[in-house]
């Protein structure tokens, strides 16, 4: 017998799809990222080529941006996140620091010190979104129909009609949720339910979302 918590969406009539960020795009410009953090470090202590010191610090930033928005450009709506949406933060902090030592209006220690504190935010974000579960379903939509708001329980709906962006949303925690979302597929129109936040080492209850996910097929047909 097949327990509540088990009740997956594909069980419904949903079929899982897999968008994974790929690694070589996300931590190939991260550890070149890593070098003119080094070499920052380098021309301080050593007082060599200080007139460097704010493209290298800037740089690296920019470069710990880049593979980040490599990891975060797949999923939809991930900065609802708070761990995510922290390490790009403090990402931007960094660089905005860089500017204020290059304008000399900062101290050229405290730039270095924020970017140690963004790379350190940005790895822990990057390896939140590695860790997550995955957990994406897809549903063939109709142009016309609307979301069956009427069984979603704890939901912020943002828009019944079909949106390429964030049309319901479900908190579990701070670094946790369920949306619901419409994108454009080779076959048509497709509503999407992403679960972020879920490590891989946890087993998802499906009862958590607190919707009649038999609904959205029958809206559909």
């Known amino acids: 017998m097949t327990r509540?918590?088990?009740?997956?969406?594909?069980?419904?009539?949903?079929?899982?799809?897999?968008?994974?960020?790929?690694?070589?795009?996300?931590?190939?410009?991260?550890?070149?990222?890593?070098?003119?953090?080094?070499?920052?470090?380098?021309?301080?202590?050593?007082?060599?080529?200080?007139?460097?010191?704010?493209?290298?610090?800037?740089?690296?930033?920019?470069?710990?941006?880049?593979?980040?928005?490599?990891?975060?450009?797949?999923?939809?709506?991930?900065?609802?996140?708070?761990?995510?949406?922290?390490?790009?933060?403090?990402?931007?902090?960094?660089?905005?620091?860089?500017?204020?030592?290059?304008?000399?209006?900062?101290?050229?220690?405290?730039?270095?010190?924020?970017?140690?504190?963004?790379?350190?935010?940005?790895?822990?974000?990057?390896?939140?979104?590695?860790?997550?579960?995955?957990?994406i379903y897809q549903v063939s939509w109709a142009p016309k129909s609307r979301l069956p708001t009427e069984s979603m329980r704890g939901w912020d709906v943002k828009s019944r009609r079909f949106a390429q962006n964030t049309m319901a949303l479900k908190r579990f925690d701070k670094d946790s949720f369920a949306q619901i979302y419409g994108t454009r597929t080779k076959q048509g129109l497709a509503l999407r339910l992403d679960i972020f936040g879920i490590p891989m080492s946890e087993r998802f209850d499906f009862r958590k979302l607190d919707i009649d996910l038999a609904l959205f097929i029958s809206e559909d047909e």
Request: charged content about 10%; proline content about 4%.
């Open 4 to 135: 509540a918590r088990d009740k997956s969406p594909v069980k419904f009539g949903w079929e899982k799809i897999e968008l994974k960020p790929n690694p070589g795009s996300v931590l190939l410009p991260l550890s070149w990222g890593i070098l003119p953090l080094v070499l920052t470090v380098i021309v301080y202590l050593t007082d060599t080529g200080v007139q460097f010191i704010n493209f290298l610090g800037a740089g690296a930033v920019i470069l710990m941006l880049v593979g980040g928005i490599g990891a975060v450009s797949v999923r939809q709506g991930i900065f609802n996140s708070q761990r995510v949406g922290l390490g790009f933060f403090f990402s931007c902090l960094s660089l905005f620091s860089w500017l204020m030592v290059a304008n000399n209006n900062f101290q050229v220690e405290l730039g270095i010190l924020s970017s140690f504190l963004a790379f350190v935010m940005i790895y822990r974000s990057l390896d939140f979104i590695f860790k997550d579960s995955n957990l």
